[in-house]
Every structure is written in C-alpha cells, then in structure tokens.
C-alpha cells in the first residue's frame, strides 16, 4: 500500500480515480478547495482524508507546495496544474523526498494535426493558453526527471466526458441545441462538411490510466495519450447520436460565416478550436507501457454523458425516448 495524494480530487477524473485507488489498497489523501463533492459519491470516499486547499491562493503566497510536502506522500497525483510557476514551486517542495508525480496534460499540447495517429513523439506545436501551458508543465517535469529529481509521468486525456457535466457535442462545442436537433430530426449545421475529428475519453478510463501509472517504473519520464480508442469526426458522431433516437442525422453542411451565425459566436469559436486541431491520438504507447485499455468508445461515453445530462434537465431531446444503452 502506498499513500497517495491527489490534487483535485472532486473533479472530473478525482471522482472516477479516488474510489479506484482506495479498492486497490492505497492509502488516499483528497486536496480540493472543499466547495463540491465528487461528481458521484461512493462508499470508499469514507476512507479517504480530505483536506481542503485553494490551490490558486496559496499558489501565490508560495505555500501550497510546502502543504503538499508536509503530508508525506509516497505520490502525487496531480489533476489541477495550468502553469509551469504552479508545476514548479510544487516540484521544488517535492524535490527533497522525491516522491512519484503524476501529471495530468492535455492532447492540446498539440496544435494541428500534420500526421495521424498523433504519437507523443511529435514536436509539441501547441497554441492557446491552456495547451501552451500545459506543454511548458511537460517540458519542465520531465527535465526534472533527466536531472534526478522528482520522477514523474505526464498523460493527455482528450476531451474528457461522462455522467455530471456538459461534454463536447457532436458539433464540437457546448451547445445543448445540438442534442435537441440530433434526438428530433432537425437540421444540425456543420462546418467543413463535418470532418473535424475529435476525440473524447471517458473520465473513468482517464482514471484506469492513472492508477496503472502509479505501479509501472518504465512509465517514469514519458508521456501518455489517454483517449478513447478511436477518434471520430463531427459527421460520424452525429450519425452516432441520432441512431439513438432511431434516426439518421439532418446535416447541412456550411461555410464558417453560416455557421457562425447559426451556432453564435461562441460555440463557433469553441468548434474551430476543437476542429482546427482535429486530433488523432495514439494509444500504443499507453497500452504497451500502462496495460491502458479503454473501457469506452467515444459513442459509449457520449450517451452515458446525454443521459446524464437529459435525467437533470440540462439536455432536451424533445421527447424523444432515450435508450438506457
């Protein structure tokens, strides 16, 4: 058994992966800012120490990585890291005891896609705040390792998806009209006649990653892909979710201009990000070093999300009869 802490507990991967450590034995400390609790309570949350940290205040007083080091933990995980200041005062807090550390990227440290499947191999082209972020915190902790210091490993989900929050439509944004026009036969637009690629993961399979990450030596200085085991286009997943409903899908394929029009200027935006990626990526790397081997396709998390979503009154598919699975 090993003790093991994880930052961000209560978000999206902490409320699939804190339960699945405690079954596997470990002992499980939970830092989150104590506002929510996971996503979905579970009777192995009983026999975890939660402590309540705003990461973000004592990130700028220069103590959150001393809080972390004071409670002695044999790893880190950590779900909640945006800056490579952030990565580095806890690195430097951590550098003494040298524990494992596991930080969660992004497939964002990619920019557009030039070959796929994209392996991590490829020259980070990363653009964006976030991926740029996300990419200088990979850089850093793996230098770290070279250098003897503190071990780490970094994995990039794709977009992350399952039960409890809005997920990445079909039409590569938030829009929840796009669920509605998909379960009642309406016209869904898309751009670049709908082949942008996306490429979705559950949270729980996210999680599985991490968990197999903790107990893999050779993993120690790499990076991971965790995604689903296909990616799929905003055509193919439309198709996906309207046989849900038992229909084929209505799209009218459109220039951005139109699309901007029709989406609004802020689910356009969110599309051409996701779209002018259009990520692929490997998961060799993963299965043969992790044993990662996903539990869901891309289609299977998305319906397990629009349940979710359509059970709490956040998603409206008209009426429509929505199966189970």
Not at 16 to 38: C, F, N, T, W
């Amino acid at each position: 058994m090993s003790r093991v802490m994880v930052i961000g507990a209560t978000g999206h991967i902490g409320t699939y992966l804190v339960p699945r450590l405690v079954r596997g034995g470990h002992e499980v400390i939970a830092i989150s800012r104590g506002k929510r609790d996971p996503y979905h309570l579970a009777p192995e949350w009983d026999r975890v120490t939660r402590v309540a940290v705003d990461r973000e205040a004592e990130d700028a007083a220069g103590t959150f990585g001393g809080r972390v080091a004071e409670l002695r933990p044999d790893a880190v995980i950590d779900l909640v890291c945006f800056t490579a200041a952030s990565a580095r005062q806890l690195v430097e807090a951590l550098r003494p005891s040298r524990p494992l550390l596991l930080h969660c990227g992004t497939i964002w440290v990619h920019g557009a896609a030039l070959r796929v499947p994209v392996t991590e191999d490829e020259p980070r082209t990363a653009y964006g705040d976030y991926g740029t972020g996300k990419a200088e915190i990979e850089a850093l902790l793996h230098r770290e390792t070279l250098a003897g210091g503190v071990p780490a490993v970094v994995l990039h989900p794709g977009h992350i998806s399952g039960p409890g929050w809005p997920v990445i439509t079909p039409a590569g944004n938030l829009d929840p009209a796009v669920w509605t026009q998909l379960a009642t036969g309406q016209p869904l637009a898309l751009p670049d006649h709908g082949l942008g690629v996306l490429h979705h993961v559950h949270a729980d399979d996210v999680a599985q990653a991490f968990e197999q990450a903790l107990t893999r030596p050779a993993a120690i200085g790499a990076s991971f892909h965790v995604v689903a085991a296909q990616a799929m286009t905003l055509r193919g997943l439309a198709a996906g979710a309207a046989r849900w409903f038992g229909r084929e899908p209505v799209l009218d394929f459109v220039d951005w201009p139109e699309f901007e029009r029709r989406a609004g200027a802020e689910h356009a935006e969110a599309t051409r990000e996701h779209t002018m990626r259009s990520i692929t990526a490997s998961i060799a790397r993963a299965r043969e070093v992790l044993g990662y081997a996903p539990r869901y396709s891309t289609l299977e998390a998305l319906h397990e999300a629009l349940a979710w979503l359509v059970a709490h009154g956040q998603a409206d598919v008209g009426g429509c009869q929505f199966p189970e699975s």
